[in-house]
DNA sequence: TCTATATTGATAACCGTTATCAATTTAAAA
DNA sequence: TTTTAAATTGATAACGGTTATCAATATAGA
């Protein structure tokens, strides 16, 4: 069964670069995290086990696993970027209540098969989306 | 007929701001982009006029602009802000390279049609939605 | 084991954005 | 109109997350 860490020892050794005992250890701490992780949250797990961990090589890290497709960046406004798995991971959408901030998480497949299209026609390969729908709720209306 | 001009001077005069000639002439010189804005294009676009205009008076008056709701902020992977006007604009969505940050505009009726069924469903009184793609664009594929 | 080369950690540099501050402008009151 | 308290401005230093640099070290194939 294919996983994330044969995913990236695959895409080093086809790009002629190294697995090593740091890239192992940032892979292996960022997958025990879920959603968006910081770098910071990164650095101080990783660092209870491995004090001497230069935060250049996290970067670099994490870099790469979002080269190969396991790791997706966010840009926040607060600066800070974001890295959220991308791999064994199921995507939905969410509708959310502006009244309570209750979320439903829902798929719709013909969505998803229209934002294909859009990508095509525009020529974008498409990574990942996010669709937030928000209203009230049944609850808040009554 | 309400205006960008009229709210923003309403939202300065409710909380005790000023009305001056610098932010009159961002906010003039923002109207007159479309789509996403980032600060170095009004910079110098404004600097035709106003060659002494303070960068900082730049950020904070689309600070302000933001949070009386004419102009949401958006971050990128580069570290830059964008600014977009939120008033008096069809809405649309957006297809956002997460390499260069490009963005385009775009809709779909039956993406649209899908998301009120999906309300229905839920009981929920649609609002407002959001609906980013991401991915990689022609430009940075090459 | 040897060797070419990728990697690492420390740290300086980068760069977009924010904070600071003295001089100036605004707008409401006198 | 003049006065005045307070908001605003522009210059620039500071900030902070991220990246580049570089000498020392580790990796993996020969």
Not at 37 to 54: A, F, M, T, Y
Not at 85 to 91: A, E, L, N, T, W
Not at 105 to 111: D, K, Q, S, V
Request: hydrophobic share 35%; aromatic share 10%; charged share 25%.
């Amino acid at each position: 069964m294919l996983n994330e860490f044969d995913l990236f020892k695959d895409f080093l050794r086809q790009q002629n670069l190294r697995w090593t005992p740091q890239r192992k250890m940032i892979l292996e701490v960022f997958l025990s995290f879920e959603g968006h992780v910081e770098i910071e949250s990164l650095k101080n797990k990783i660092r209870l086990h491995q004090p001497d961990l230069g935060i250049a090589t996290l970067y670099r890290t994490l870099k790469l696993l979002t080269d190969c497709g396991l790791v997706e960046a966010h840009s926040f406004q607060n600066g800070k970027k974001t890295y959220e798995r991308m791999f064994h991971v199921r995507h939905h959408d969410h509708l959310i209540c502006t009244c309570c901030g209750e979320t439903i998480e829902f798929e719709h497949p013909l969505i998803e098969k229209y934002q294909l299209q859009i990508c095509e026609q525009y020529g974008f390969t498409l990574k990942n989306h996010k669709m937030e729908l928000f209203g009230i709720c049944r609850n808040c209306l009554k």
